[in-house]
């Protein structure tokens, strides 16, 4: 029997159990893989009755979660209680929230699980009590790191129409022309480029680099970053063989017809690449990390604390990043 995937409990005042809970009602529907999640049992068992879901909780290990996956969900114990309110973060979870993602990683590196796939977490409050990690792509390079692995994580929005990298992510808008070089640019693309290959199976993947300025610079006469900083990356892509072409201006990189000439885009800041995806497919979009050892993906959008507890939160897109962690840690295995 394969392994289950290893989902994340994320924040839990978020809409994060909600998703697991009702992922594992509808897994027969929805066809989701076997995953179990590692979070405090009790407020998963509280939240399920307050939500009216009546998901029967099964406490177990990693080994028997796939043989117990279809008649309750399987939780993996943290020792650490969840204290959280739907809507209200509370900082003592902080601990729960980071040693989730740790259990998970170290699980899928045992092989106990095939795959990492995590909820959203609120930056904040876990920056508040001193994680310095603006997000789960960098700690995910840290932990691969520390057990020797690449250090360059990089996240990619992926849906079946569109697939974008942002270049620069977690970082302020004015910052982000300084921390823009050839060579960030050109090292994120080789590792989209050989993820492509290998894990998406695209053949020779086409990387479109959008520009940073509007026009793409205009040759210069609106801002110099594209002609000094992207047009290299893009000439020294190209002389070692990868089908990378830009920059392009980016207010006309993602309409239907132009999606029709590339692969992937490389955005240069945050929200240049998830506006359009989460825009085009925000109920179906998934986050993955490239670079990474092992598979993880997670879905596209965050904590919402503004509906959480309701009943309101749409699981497509946890659905959809569960399905592709499990064919991408297929392809992985074989
Ligand atoms: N992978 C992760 O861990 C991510 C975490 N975040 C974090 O989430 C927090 C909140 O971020 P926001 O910018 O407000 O974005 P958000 O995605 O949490 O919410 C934006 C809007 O979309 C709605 N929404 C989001 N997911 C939904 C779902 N599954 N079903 C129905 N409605 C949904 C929300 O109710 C809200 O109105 C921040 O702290 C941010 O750092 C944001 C994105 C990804
Ligand atoms: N906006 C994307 C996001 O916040 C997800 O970041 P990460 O937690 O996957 O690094």
Partial sequence: MSAPLALTMGE??????ELALKAWVDRQGSHVPPFAILADPDHLATLSRQLGLAVPIAVTEADRAQELFPLALPVIPLDMAVLAEPGIPNAADAPAVIESIRRAVELTYAGKTSAVVTNPIAKAPLLRVGFPHPGHTDYLGVLAEQRGGPSIPVMMLWCEDLAVVPVTVHIPLAAVPAALTTDLIVQTA?????????????RKPRIAVAGLNPHAGEEGAIGLEDRDIIEPAVQALVQEGIAASGPFPADTLFHAAARENYDVVLAMY????????????????VNVTLGLPFVRTSPDHGTAFDIAGQGRADPSSLIAAL???AKLAARQAL
């Fill in 190 to 202: 080789r590792i989209v480029a050989a993820d492509l290959r290998t894990r998406f199976h695209v």
């Fill in 270 to 285: 945050h929200d240049q690449a998830l506006i359009p995806i989460k825009t085009l497919a925000f109920d179906r979009a």
């Fill in 323 to 325: 399905k592709l962690a």
């Fill in 12 to 17: 839990p005042a978020g809409i994060g159990p």
